[in-house]
């Protein structure tokens, strides 16, 4: 086999090696059809097949209740943005956004878009959202607190999800879905881009409460309403056959090869604590993120100039080693530890730092 | 290799063989990258030579000027049916629909439900959609004329394309983009959901003309915006790469192996004419849609009755021809012979055709 590159890209990211082997080697033939898994009716069994099961395995994964419905839409957690605001604002009442970086700031964008009553009840952008703040009062009469779970760009995560005291609490989880058991009672919502723990690019999972689609309204474009998609069990029109097929062995390699949530997020804390012990015993790595408020899924972190870290991008490439560097927005290095990444690539990461650091100083 | 079926699937549908083996081959590592397809980061620059590449081969088969962009959106031609009327209607000037099927009456309900002002005006519907209607008349006042260039149901398609009479055309290509030869200019937009003529499904191909996006509000939600696909180049957020990668692969394979659009087209209509030509000289296969207006894409027939049908279709199946059951909501039968689908696979297809005849006779 050709050689895997150490892949820390935050997102489309590294899947499983055994999921993508799986998808090459049956690409041409999916279960004996003669045809590609790309060829097959979104309409047939052997389809109806793959979706059924991607959705079973998120409701165990999850450990999801029957009022619980998990859905498939396309358009990213981006689109998500606007349909929350569209679909589970309640008449005359405000909606609640904390903000921790630019994807919620994205969100609360959306929401404002429509004229919804926005109140953002806590912000981190004082110190650039390197924390998770923990001080903040939620309107009794929300319709909803919004909060994204991870933040990839600085590098920080909830740890403890906040209290909604019965408001109906929603979640991008984009960046840290999948990555360790939740309790999902508290949430009306749910959603996550696949590209990073579940799947291919091209559509997002969103778990929605029964009680939350009493709010749809009847008057919005049907491909943006909660309930066509669950009344069409995600089949209104046609799906991204192939991605849904990718989360669908993604899942199934989480729940039998890893052995569920509990196990994943074991994997997970070794994988970061690695890093984050290298740059906590360092003298040219320093952590963005605030020590309280670290990612388990994107550890960032800066050299002393940007000429060394353009250096230490570089190096690392010629070593195998991709996607270090920042996001865009704040430059800075990045390794991404989403699900997939395995032990043996960190390792390999965490032994390349060292290196450059015996050799920078 | 195994054997492939002949895939005659509505959509989802046949893909080039080439294709798929290329996809197959190169599917752990991607131009020596190490990393699946599936696991770049869409900002890289392997995945801008991806999309530039498919861009380009889109202008250069439709022959586009430069004052067309071409994008790529999530949520099918069904997500364009409520971003068409949404982004594009002048204020206080009505929207012109020309009615011919299901998908054309989908289109006309999203832009019902925005209020705009609709008129229908002209529709088949009074001898089931089986033709395609030629006495309208066109508002010079519209914001557009919408129209579905090919009815994938009954099997109609649009030779010639109705005269706007200065009105921009709108067009649902969904089943026959790149089937043929256009000229697009009398068009402010185009629109086709992949997964029949250029890919995987899960992405929407969108041919944009420049002055039609002046006419976006600047109040909708971003990810519902034109103007925002278009300043970013299709990656406001992450887009579906693997479709994305998978269109340019057959759209390098319609310019490089078939030879251009007039050639497909030559070859759409030798496979057209050996089923409509045993169609028209049996005692148990009869045409659904008129013929004049018989799409080159979808070929529809009913056999004597349904007990019949049901055995033309169940033989069919062992013998390797997939997909010929008709839409759900006409029954009969329907032979889908998009770009992918091979002389041999319709060869085939007509022999059995053939054989049954004699067998049933």
Not at 146 to 156: E, M, Y
């Amino acid at each position: 086999m050709d050689k895997r590159a150490h892949n820390f890209n935050a997102g489309p990211a590294a899947l499983p090696l055994p999921v993508l082997e799986e998808i090459k080697e049956n690409f041409l033939n999916f279960h004996g059809s003669g045809m590609s898994i790309t060829e097959i009716s979104h309409r047939s069994s052997l389809f109806d097949e793959v979706i059924d099961d991607a959705i079973g395995r998120a409701r165990r994964l999850l450990n999801l209740g029957d009022d619980y419905h998990v859905l498939f839409i396309q358009g990213g957690a981006s689109l998500q943005f606007c349909m929350i605001p569209m679909n589970l604002t309640l008449p005359g009442r405000p909606v609640n956004y904390i903000s921790t970086g630019i994807w919620s700031i994205k969100a609360i964008k959306e929401a404002e878009i429509q004229g919804k009553d926005v109140r953002v009840i806590a912000t981190s952008e004082d110190r650039d959202f390197s924390y998770i703040p923990t001080d903040y009062t939620v309107d009794k009469q929300a319709s909803y607190l919004h909060f994204t779970s991870n933040n990839t760009i600085v590098g920080t995560q909830w740890g403890q999800f906040p209290d909604g005291r019965g408001v109906p609490l929603i979640s991008d989880m984009s960046s840290d879905i999948m990555s360790r058991p939740i309790d999902v009672r508290p949430f009306g919502l749910i959603y996550a881009g696949a590209q990073k723990n579940l799947g291919p690019s091209g559509v997002a999972m969103v778990i929605i409460r029964e009680d939350m689609l009493k709010r749809v309204p009847d008057d919005l474009p049907t491909m943006l309403k909660y309930t066509t998609v669950r009344d069409n069990k995600s089949l209104f029109n046609t799906p991204p056959t192939f991605a849904i097929y990718a989360i669908g062995l993604v899942l199934a390699w989480l729940e039998e090869t890893i052995g569920g949530l509990k196990e994943m997020e074991r994997i997970n804390k070794e994988k970061a604590s690695l890093i984050y012990g290298l740059i906590d015993n360092s003298e040219i790595y320093h952590g963005i993120a605030e020590l309280k408020s670290r990612s388990m899924m994107n550890v960032t972190f800066r050299l002393p100039d940007e000429r060394l870290e353009q250096r230490f991008l570089t190096e690392a490439i010629k070593s195998g080693i991709h996607g270090l560097k920042g996001h865009r927005s704040i430059g800075g290095c990045r390794a991404s530890l989403y699900n997939a990444v395995t032990i043996d690539s960190v390792r390999t990461l965490v032994e390349f730092m060292r290196g450059f650091e015996e050799r920078s100083v």
